[in-house]
């Protein structure tokens, strides 16, 4: 089985002592389940927008780095936020700003951490290198 090496924190650490036999069976099991967890969530909240609105919530990614602490509807919000205000996103990709924000809105924070991880690792991924955003939006959301 191949092996991830992790950075984690003192209390993440252990917090999987306690909670897991070992460290590393901790690990083992919520690494495939915050993975699985993130495409079931990626697949449903995709499903309440439209193309032009997840290009525009693309847009509102580009050279962002995702910090953990930062893992909240509010930042997914602020972002796209001005991403309209500053560059058009979405007048450039045809999305109503006034219908992307109330649906951005009705998002929890594990949606819309899902969505910024999903939003990020298009710019970051050397798989979608080149990839046309409509063709990564029908690929990873259809």
């Not at 700003?97 to 690792?121: C, F, G, H, P, Y």
Request: charge should be neutral; glycine fraction near 4%.
């Amino acid at each position: 089985m191949p092996q991830v090496a992790a950075r984690i924190t003192h209390d993440q650490e252990k917090w999987l002592k306690e909670f897991f036999k070992t460290k590393s069976a901790g690990a083992e099991f919520i690494l495939p389940w915050a993975v699985d967890v993130f495409f079931r969530c990626i697949r449903n909240v995709s499903n309440e927008f439209s193309v032009a609105e997840l290009k525009t919530v693309l847009e509102a990614h580009r050279e962002v780095k995702l910090l953990p602490n930062q893992s909240k509807q509010a930042y997914l919000q602020l972002r796209v936020e001005e991403a309209c205000d500053e560059r058009g996103a979405h007048i450039q990709h045809g999305a109503s700003k006034s219908n992307l924000e109330v649906k951005l809105r009705r998002l929890n924070d594990l949606q819309a951490t899902a969505l910024m991880i999903w939003a990020t690792a298009y710019w970051t991924s050397k798989t979608w290198d080149g990839v046309a955003l409509e063709d990564y939006v029908k690929v990873s959301c259809g």
